[in-house]
């Protein structure tokens, strides 16, 4: 079975700073997907960025980049100059193997400091 | 467009009673996912349709969970015999044919069963 992993329970910025938040999982299966998504407190889950495995480039989202590392199994989240919303849940997902089901870790919650 | 949208937003039952929570997914979007998030947790699968059929089942938990999604847009998830258990944020999410691996999440129904 697949594996989602997330080791920072909480992590903290200060606004206009750099973090990035670390995801490892385990999968036997060479087509997957992954995906951050951001959850705060109003509960709906916000899709930030998604990487093909198959693609070597790491994907960009304005602020939001993922460094995808496919050998290691790891892909972190990095989040440039820090703003007081970006303060939340995140979750790192995966899915593939031709199921269209997501596996979520536990979350990162991120703390943004004034 | 409109998004996901859910109802109730939160729901209070006593143990025993039946439930009900309705999904509403995106217009035209033909997969639609359920997932259970519980406290301090990533959410967790539970069924997804792709039209009127459960294309995969295997995350209800027991006998006591049912969905339908009777004209292939709105599904109802029914919890018979609630446990105390089952007192978790219930999510809805939408997909469509032509990206299937982005999913689109509903805000919710907080579920408390007393």
């Known amino acids: 079975a697949q594996t989602v992993t997330q080791s920072q329970p909480e992590m903290s910025v200060q606004e206009a700073e750099t973090v990035t938040l670390s995801c490892t999982y385990d999968?036997?299966?060479?087509?997957?997907?992954l995906f951050w998504y951001k959850q705060p407190p109003s509960r709906q889950m916000i899709l930030v960025i998604r990487?093909?495995?198959?693609?070597?480039q790491n994907a960009t989202e304005n602020r939001f980049s993922v460094n995808f590392q496919k050998a290691a199994k790891s892909f972190s989240l990095k989040i440039s100059d820090s703003q007081l919303g970006d303060a939340a849940m995140y979750f790192c997902a995966w899915c593939g193997g031709g199921s269209e089901k997501l596996v979520f870790g536990k979350g990162t919650k991120l703390t943004v400091n004034p | 467009g409109a998004g996901v949208s859910q109802t109730p937003s939160n729901k209070v039952t006593e143990k025993g009673k039946y439930v009900e929570l309705r999904c509403d997914p995106i217009?035209?979007?033909?997969?639609l996912y359920w997932y259970r998030q519980s406290l301090g947790q990533g959410p967790e699968f539970l069924i997804y349709?792709?039209?009127?059929?459960?294309?995969?089942d295997s995350g209800l938990p027991n006998d006591r969970f049912f969905a339908v999604r009777p004209e292939g847009s709105v599904s109802t998830l029914k919890i018979q015999r609630t446990e105390r258990g089952d007192s978790a944020v219930y999510l809805c999410?939408?997909?469509?044919?032509?990206?299937?691996?982005?999913?689109?999440f509903g805000p919710g129904t907080r579920l408390t069963v007393t």
């Open positions: 999968t036997s299966e060479s087509d997957y997907y």
């Open positions: 217009s035209g979007h033909t997969a």
């Open positions: 349709f792709q039209g009127t059929g459960a294309a995969d």
């Open positions: 999410a939408s997909s469509s044919t032509s990206a299937p691996y982005e999913q689109y």
């Open positions: 990487q093909e495995a198959y693609k070597q």
